[in-house]
């Protein structure tokens, strides 16, 4: 933690109170000048900080800002998470990837503030403004078969899903196979990627986006789906750091409920988020498409669909339509 982070746990263990200059110098083991060094800067990044003479400071509010240590206070469970707060990338997937390649260890997070370059499910852009959405990767490495990796995308939707339910109210609903929807509209998406061999997975990425104060000004207008936030939705904003928060930790708890009994259970709570089950949907395959009723995933996360003859299609790719 830098001094600036640390500065910041004290004010946010304090409560609101006032802590003198003198305790902060002796915590930190800096001096009184590099204090109030720290203290502006804080200012600057737009933290109200009263100071008051014989008292000290107190942190009366703070921006939404996204910062590490802030992120994870509170954090517990198995996953030792390492994150990486960063103002502007072109992608947290390519930066995280670069880092995994050099044995970066699971765990490991990188948020961005703003992607330049963000983008979905087959090179799709993802609009990726400043200072209120989260764009985030996650770095897992699971001993798991090439074939399996797949089902760590369903993972990653049931957990922002569930964030996103505990932090807004909000009816979320998952959309095969990487998105979310609230009301028809797309609020999340997914983009895993993976490195492996032919029996082996080296690592798994979790690309996750998801839309929270957004206004409806920020959102291209050439997009291919309606899209819509969780401001646009509910009518106020949520806090970034509560959210980021809340998703890694249905992140951990579900990966360590894959690693102890499988994809069955996320499958099955994946389903149980889902409004495409039993219904008739039309699958674009680009080209042609088919037309069925939604009857589950298979272990591979491939789409079950059955046609009118019964026949009972595996759907690996391809935009679904309800009717």
């Known amino acids: 933690m830098t001094s600036r982070d640390q500065i910041l746990s004290l004010f946010r263990q304090q409560s609101g109170a006032f802590i003198s200059g003198q305790k902060i110098s002796q915590e930190l083991n800096i001096s009184r000048a590099a204090v109030w060094k720290q203290v502006e800067q804080l ?182 789906y309606p899209a819509t936030s969780v401001l646009l939705e509910s009518g106020r904003t949520i806090s970034r750091t509560a959210f980021t928060r809340s998703l890694l930790t249905h992140i951990d708890r579900l990966y360590q409920l894959y690693l102890d009994e499988g994809f069955w259970a996320i499958r099955r709570r994946w389903e149980g988020l889902s409004d495409l089950l039993d219904r008739t949907v039309r699958v674009d395959l680009n080209p042609g498409c088919l037309q069925g009723t939604v009857v589950g995933l298979d272990d591979d996360g491939a789409l079950r669909l059955q046609t009118a003859d019964g026949t009972i299609e595996r759907i690996l790719a391809g935009d679904v339509t309800p009717i």
């Open 43 to 224: 200012r600057q990044l737009g933290f109200d900080i009263e100071a008051r003479r014989s008292q000290g400071y107190r942190l009366l509010q703070g921006p939404d800002l996204l910062l590490a240590d802030e992120i994870t206070t509170g954090l517990t469970g198995a996953i030792d998470w390492s994150l990486d707060c960063v103002a502007d990338t072109g992608s947290t997937n390519q930066d995280l990837r670069q880092r995994a390649e050099k044995g970066a260890p699971e765990g490991t997070v990188i948020v961005a503030d703003r992607q330049s370059a963000g983008r979905g499910r087959l090179g799709r852009r993802w609009a990726s403004p400043a200072g209120v959405n989260l764009y985030c990767s996650i770095l897992l490495r699971p001993h798991i078969l090439p074939s399996q990796a797949p089902q760590l995308t369903f993972l990653s939707a049931v957990a922002a899903a569930r964030a996103l339910i505990e932090i807004s109210q909000l009816p979320v609903r998952v959309k095969w196979p990487n998105d979310l929807l609230v009301g028809g509209r797309k609020i999340a998406g997914m983009l895993n990627e993976m490195s492996a061999e032919t029996e082996q997975v080296h690592f798994v990425l979790l690309g996750i986006g998801v839309n929270l104060n957004m206004t409806a000004e920020q959102f291209p207008e050439d997009l291919r």
